[in-house]
């Protein structure tokens, strides 16, 4: 039997986090709110649970989720080779909406469905959400919707579309705030030698570049220098090349030239 909690009741919200938590515990999934919108929750490192989390979604493992991580200092116990960019990007974003597609530390005993060694981390800015993550430690987190649906910006929301598939749902109003449409996290895959944009969202390329000023944005890729003996063409231009859609519920995938090599997220929240 599902159990909604009131968050911004202190008593209710002290309940809801023991209870969410304990969920976490027992492999079970639970609902939360995010800084852009809500998501479903399942230990990061409980293939079972992750299971769960796809199950309730209908998703399959072709769309591994995200992971949300209490502090920006559990980026290195969970990714490798981050660049100094990656990291400088980070510093500035978060908790916040940003997402970073790094290389997955391999010696972590998780399985967050078909990753190709890669994890999409975020520390959002969120109080209820910091608050259970403390207690639980990373979480894989994906939007709280059934796909193909809009992304909830309330539990209550969430849960006329998950259901009993989630044993506890943390309530704690709209999702950015109300009357606003939920805006997703911009996805950067940071795993090659140039970051890339992958997927618009809360921080824009602007702000990023603000930072890293080579970030490329959705769809671009650098031209290839020509011999120096040769007409040069483009020399530093930006070519816009035709990426996979990228809506609320993924990012593009792929190998080719101006595609992250990581897998589809799914959405994160």
Same mark, same amino acid.
């Given at each position: 039997?599902?159990?909604?909690?009131?968050?911004?009741?202190?008593?209710?919200?002290?309940?809801?986090?023991?209870?969410?938590?304990?969920?976490?515990?027992?492999?079970?999934?639970?609902?939360?709110?995010?800084?852009?919108?809500?998501?479903?929750?399942?230990?990061?490192?409980?293939?079972?649970?992750?299971?769960?989390?796809?199950?309730?979604?209908?998703?399959?493992?072709?769309?591994?989720?995200?992971?949300?991580?209490?502090?920006?200092?559990?980026?290195?116990?969970?990714?490798?080779?981050?660049?100094?960019?990656?990291?400088?990007?980070?510093?500035?974003?978060?908790?916040?909406?940003?997402?970073?597609?790094?290389?997955?530390?391999?010696?972590?005993?998780?399985?967050?469905?078909?990753?190709?060694?890669?994890?999409?981390?975020?520390?959002?800015?969120?109080?209820?959400?910091?608050?259970?993550?403390?207690?639980?430690?990373?979480?894989?987190?994906?939007?709280?919707?059934?796909?193909?649906?809009? *992304?909830?910006?309330? =539990?209550? @929301?969430?849960?006329?579309?998950?259901? %009993?598939? $989630? !044993? &506890?749902? +943390?309530?704690?109003?709209?999702?950015?705030?109300?009357?606003?449409?939920?805006?997703?996290?911009?996805?950067?895959?940071?795993?090659?030698?140039?970051?890339?944009?992958?997927?618009?969202?809360?921080?824009?390329?602007?702000?990023?570049?603000?930072?890293?000023?080579?970030?490329?944005?959705?769809?671009?890729?650098?031209? *290839?220098?020509?011999? =120096?003996? @040769?007409?040069?063409?483009?020399?530093? %231009?930006? $070519? !816009? &090349?035709? +990426?996979?859609?990228?809506?609320?519920?993924?990012?593009?995938?792929?190998?080719?030239?101006?595609?992250?090599?990581?897998?589809?997220?799914?959405?994160?929240?």
């Amino acid at each position: 039997m599902s159990t909604t909690y009131n968050c911004t009741s202190d008593d209710q919200r002290a309940l809801g986090l023991e209870h969410a938590q304990r969920a976490i515990s027992e492999q079970k999934c639970v609902v939360f709110p995010t800084d852009t919108v809500y998501g479903i929750a399942a230990d990061a490192f409980s293939p079972q649970a992750v299971t769960m989390l796809l199950v309730s979604k209908g998703r399959g493992r072709s769309m591994p989720p995200p992971v949300l991580i209490p502090r920006i200092n559990a980026l290195d116990g969970l990714a490798t080779d981050v660049s100094a960019d990656a990291r400088k990007l980070a510093e500035a974003f978060w908790p916040g909406g940003l997402t970073l597609i790094l290389h997955a530390q391999p010696s972590l005993d998780w399985d967050l469905g078909d990753t190709k060694g890669t994890v999409a981390l975020r520390m959002p800015a969120d109080e209820v959400a910091q608050e259970l993550l403390t207690l639980t430690g990373p979480l894989a987190v994906s939007s709280a919707n059934r796909t193909g649906h809009a *992304a909830a910006q309330t =539990a209550a @929301e969430a849960r006329e579309q998950l259901a %009993e598939s $989630v !044993e &506890v749902y +943390l309530e704690g109003g709209f999702r950015p705030l109300e009357g606003t449409e939920g805006v997703p996290s911009t996805i950067v895959d940071a795993t090659g030698p140039l970051l890339r944009v992958v997927r618009n969202g809360a921080v824009t390329l602007q702000q990023l570049r603000e930072h890293v000023p080579g970030v490329l944005g959705l769809g671009e890729i650098p031209m *290839a220098e020509e011999p =120096a003996d @040769e007409t040069p063409v483009g020399d530093s %231009e930006v $070519v !816009e &090349v035709p +990426l996979a859609e990228a809506t609320l519920d993924e990012a593009p995938t792929g190998a080719t030239a101006g595609e992250p090599a990581g897998p589809k997220q799914e959405p994160n929240a």
